[in-house]
């Protein structure tokens, strides 16, 4: 099977990367490539990388935080996540952060769940995604352009809202899922 993937994939090779942008989060970058003897033209968006959390309470409820998000002009229902403060911070340290800075609860000790890779064709976001049980009650830590509600979910209410495109968010999308696979059936 290895074998026969490699000899399916097709020769791609990077010539040059221009940066066109260079943002607050991100950076956007032109490739020039050669596919198959072909000079072709990529947008690149490099991210440094991201953590997200699913805060479970001790009645089994998952805290999700409600913001709005500028890019789709409307508030959404999200796992609470964050950007990496600096690249390489560990991912783990990210989620611990996060997780009291947005839902105003922390927690001793995060399980690893999942990783995902946000929008393959052209950004290199990874998020990787933890689970928090055990949560302790502290105090928000919002940024200054922050305004996040925190509200308690029933997993099997977070499904329906995913399964009739409510949710809509990719790494809320796979947290969930894979927290319910894992921990609720």
Known sequence: MGEEKK?????????????KYEGN???????VVEVNGHKAYWDFIHHDGAAAVVPVTADGKLLMVRQYRNALDRYT??????KLDEPGEPKINCAYRELEE???FRTEHMEYLISVNTTVAFCDEAIDIFVARDLIPSHQHLDE???INVEAWEV???EEL??????T?????????????KYCR
């Open 77 to 82: 229902l999200e796992l609470p996540a964050g």
């Open 145 to 147: 352009d922050e305004e």
């Open 156 to 158: 099997s209410d977070l």
């Open 25 to 31: 989060i991100l950076n956007i970058y032109e490739d």
């Open 169 to 181: 968010d990719g790494k809320t999308i796979a947290g969930i899922l894979a927290y319910a696979r």
């Open 102 to 104: 947005e839902t105003g």
């Open 7 to 19: 000899q399916q994939e097709v020769p791609v090779k990077r010539l040059e990367r221009n940066l």
């Open 162 to 167: 995913i399964y009739s495109g409510k949710i």
